[in-house]
T-cell receptor, first 115, second 111 residues
Framework: NAGVTQTPKFQVLKTGQSMTLQCAQD?????MSWYRQDPGMGLRLIHY???????DQGEVPNGYNVSRSTTEDFPLRLLSAAPSQTSVYFC??????????????FGPGTRLTVL | DAKTTQPPSMDCAEGRAANLPCNHS???????VYWYRQIHSQGPQYIIH???NNETNEMASLIITEDRKSSTLILPHATLRDTAVYYC????????????FGQGTILTVHP
């Protein structure tokens, strides 16, 4: 299994540009999430999904859209990039274990700079 | 805001046990304690989780106090590769992929 994959690894945008960060998992996990991590900070939840066709907002959703048309893919769209969105973006997928609780698997991250 | 409290940093000698504490005094009855770590700039890595019993896996042991208000993650024989930020997180039995990360503890393992 490839696990959770993210593309691109690095991206530089100009203010106002839009782009989509790709995330895919091949573990048939129900739940997928997007987090951002600013320098020296912990991760903050942007959006999450509990299954195909079902998404919801996290702590910092403004400026981002998501959709989940398949179990495997969960793309994150930046509508109009701003310098405040300069960050490292992590995608994760998870499942509920048979003895209770979840286990999240994280991708390697996308490092985004907005000029 | 994160609901857990961890020391900002700790040191450990290579080969010794690393004991990382976490306070979660407001944890509710159906919430689990999860531990993740983040090595350098990589994505976080799951370590272990538990509800009320002590747990052990190939990576670590988790000791939860009887009142469940605090826990300790134990890395039995720390190596240089265990240098990382360790996050203690409380979340429901099914978190649906929603975890609240705090600042974590920076563990530095010295030769």
């Amino acid at each position: 299994n490839a696990g959770v994959t993210q593309t691109p690894k690095f991206q530089v945008l100009k203010t106002g540009q839009s782009m989509t960060l790709q995330c895919a998992q091949d573990m048939n996990h129900e739940y997928m999430s997007w987090y951002r991590q600013d320098p020296g900070m912990g991760l903050r939840l942007i959006h999450y999904s509990v299954g195909a066709g079902i998404t919801d907002q996290g702590e910092v959703p403004n400026g981002y859209n998501v959709s989940r048309s398949t179990t495997e893919d969960f793309p994150l769209r930046l509508l109009s990039a701003a310098p405040s969105q300069t960050s490292v973006y992590f995608c994760a997928s998870s499942y509920s274990t048979q003895y209770g609780g979840d286990t999240q698997y994280f991708g390697p991250g996308t490092r985004l700079t907005v000029l | 805001d994160a609901k857990t409290t961890q020391p900002p940093s700790m040191d450990c000698a290579e080969g010794r046990a690393a004991n990382l504490p976490c306070n979660h005094s407001t944890i509710s009855g159906n919430e689990y304690v999860y531990w993740y770590r983040q090595i350098h700039s990589q994505g976080p890595q799951y370590i272990i989780h538990g509800l009320k019993n002590n747990e052990t896996n190939e990576m670590a042991s988790l000791i939860i106090t009887e009142d469940r208000k605090s826990s300790t993650l134990i890395l039995p024989h720390a190596t240089l590769r265990d240098t990382a930020v360790y996050y203690c997180i409380e979340a429901g039995g099914t978190s649906y992929g929603k975890l609240t990360f705090g600042q974590g503890t920076i563990l530095t393992v010295h030769p």
